[in-house]
């Protein structure tokens, strides 16, 4: 089975200051990665993934994430924070549980907050 | 806006009811994903359809059903509801089911059952 640990259920951070918010996975072939972002009473919103390729992964909104095999974690950065990141923030792996299934098992979830 | 679209937005029943939650995907994709948030077991894979075809099934308890439409839109039926069903419905869909397309969420239904 495939799991997806967010070991902060709440990360603060002043407004302008570099965030992370962190993720690590457990996978039994490649990893394919994702973070999402939540805001109140919204949906699931995609902001960047990880397949292959560079390790620095670009996203939405100015949000990159470092994917680091050795350590299987895939934490999230952004270099300066605003008040509007403030959001619930999710890590997702993808299950390969069948003939072409695909369905995410989603972490716990990071609260982040910034503060003006 | 994610393309996604969910009815109805809040949902309010009694136990032991049945209830109808409905979702239509993006133009053009073929896959719907059927998740449950809720606070005590956060983000949870239901199940998936590809194509009108059942793909996955993930932790679905038996009182649920879904199914996909030709016209791709897809249904995901409640029944015998109980206290511990009231969580926040999601669909997401994406192009042919791939695992390298990120899914679309759509804004859910809040389902309270009293």
């Known amino acids: 089975a495939q799991s997806v640990a967010q070991p902060e259920d709440q990360v603060n951070v002043a407004e302008g200051n570099p965030l992370t918010v962190k993720c690590t996975y457990s996978?039994?072939?490649?990893?394919?990665l994702f973070w999402y972002v939540q805001y109140p009473n919204r949906g699931l919103q995609f902001l960047l993934k990880?397949?292959?390729?560079?390790?620095l992964v670009k996203g939405s909104y100015g949000f990159e994430a470092e994917f680091n095999k050795s350590q299987t974690s895939f934490h999230l950065k952004k270099p300066s924070a605003l008040v509007s990141d403030s959001a619930l923030y999710f890590c997702a792996v993808r299950d390969d549980s069948g003939a072409g299934s695909y369905q995410l098992t989603f972490g716990k979830g990071t609260k982040l907050s910034v503060i003006p | 806006d994610s393309g996604v679209t969910q009815t109805p937005k809040h949902l309010i029943t009694a136990t032991g009811q049945r209830v109808t939650l409905r979702c239509s995907p993006r133009?053009?994709?073929?896959?719907v994903y059927w998740y449950q948030q809720s606070l005590d077991q956060g983000l949870q894979f239901l199940i998936q359809?590809?194509?009108?075809?059942?793909?996955a099934k993930g932790n679905i308890l038996e009182r649920f059903s879904a199914q996909q439409f030709p016209d791709l839109h897809s249904e995901l039926n409640l029944s015998s509801l109980e206290l511990g069903d009231s969580a926040l419905y999601f669909c997401?869909?994406?192009?042919?089911?791939?695992?390298?397309?990120?899914?679309?969420f759509g804004p859910g239904t809040r389902l309270t059952v009293l």
């Open positions: 997401a869909s994406n192009l042919r089911g791939s695992s390298y397309n990120e899914q679309f």
């Open positions: 996978v039994s072939g490649n990893p394919y």
């Open positions: 990880y397949i292959t390729g560079d390790n």
């Open positions: 133009s053009g994709d073929l896959s």
């Open positions: 359809y590809y194509n009108g075809e059942e793909r």
